[in-house]
């Protein structure tokens, strides 16, 4: 059984490095635009901290640092914790999702959403003597995490007309291999229970959930992921038909992989969801998922591609 608890933050006074990069944004004659290269900053921060796999003191450095990154960009932040039953090491666990809102309250929202916790083991290693080293995840766990620390940014600098919401999901990356239930725990407690109060998600009314996953590697090429174009198909083409009037050529509207990541227990309840990843990374799991296998072009078509979904909503999501 799991408990319950909540942590909310508010405003900040005190501003930090962001806030001039939003005050040189909000001079700009036009709305800022989403940087890769600020992204990838974004990525060495965190994989600066080591790995960060559930229940460590490096995930509650990282929790922090998100958390006062939300202060000080005047946008509220909630911690969401709950405890489980950890699948990797056994015992409990204490896990926490934060929400971060822009744009204004209630009504419609936009969820955007990456894993910010890192895999316990490299256990896909080609070095049988590195696997039980704990994973970087600079790719995987970091790269979507860092396109939502860097939208943050972006939307403080020029709020959306619709609510958006930024969920950082813990916990998706400790099952075991062959044991899917083990894996997407934050997602899954969160799909449970985003309408209970003290959730500041209960307010509104969620059109569409977008999940960001390995999305920074070099050579970036995003299909349409299995179970999003299963489940989810009306969504998932009009945000490939996005990319594609924004000429991005990274997301190729081809099927893909079915992937149980976070958007699957949205799917399960209801919520539209699609996951953007490209799960041929070929250091998946891997002591070589390291800041160099990434690239901040990449980051740059996938923020791009999230920034245009919030600034112009889909018919009908």
Not at 107 to 128: F, M, V
Not at 132 to 138: I, Y
Not at 234 to 258: D, G, K, M, Q, W
Request: with cysteine.
């Amino acid at each position: 059984m799991c408990s319950d608890r909540v942590r909310v933050r508010g405003r900040a006074v005190a501003a930090l490095a962001a806030g001039v990069w939003i005050a040189a944004a909000a001079a700009a004659a036009e709305p800022p635009a989403f940087s890769g290269h600020r992204a990838f900053a974004w990525i060495d921060r965190q994989c600066d901290l080591g790995p960060r796999p559930p229940g460590s003191a490096a995930l509650e450095t990282l929790r922090r640092l998100v958390e006062a990154h939300a202060d000080s960009l005047g946008l509220p932040v909630a911690r969401l914790c709950f405890t489980a039953r950890d699948p990797w090491r056994g015992g409990d666990v204490t896990l926490c999702n934060l929400v971060v809102s822009c744009g204004p309250a209630g009504g419609d929202r936009l969820w955007l959403g990456a894993h910010y916790d890192t895999r316990p083991a490299c256990d896909q290693d080609p070095d049988p003597a590195r696997r039980g080293e704990p994973l970087l995840g600079a790719n995987d766990g970091a790269s979507g995490t860092a396109i939502l620390l860097h939208l943050m940014e972006v939307l403080a600098a020029a709020p959306p007309a619709r609510g958006v919401d930024l969920i950082f999901f813990d916990g998706e990356d400790s099952g075991r291999s062959g044991d899917p239930r083990g894996f997407c725990l934050g997602s899954r407690h969160l799909a449970a229970t985003w309408r209970d109060f003290p959730s500041p998600l209960a307010g509104g009314k969620p059109r569409a959930l977008i999940v960001l996953d390995m999305v920074g590697e070099r050579g970036l090429r995003i299909g349409k992921e299995g179970y999003s174009q299963a489940y989810a198909p009306e969504l998932t083409s009009l945000v490939f038909a996005r990319a594609a009037s924004l000429r991005l050529t990274a997301l190729v509207p081809e099927p893909a992989t079915a992937v149980y990541d976070d958007h699957v227990p949205f799917l399960e309840a209801g919520i539209p969801a699609v996951d953007l990843i490209d799960f041929e990374f070929p250091q998946w799991h891997t002591a070589g998922d390291v800041p160099a296998v990434c690239d901040p072009a990449s980051l740059t078509q996938v923020g791009r591609l999230v920034l245009s979904l919030c600034r112009e909503p889909l018919p009908g999501f």
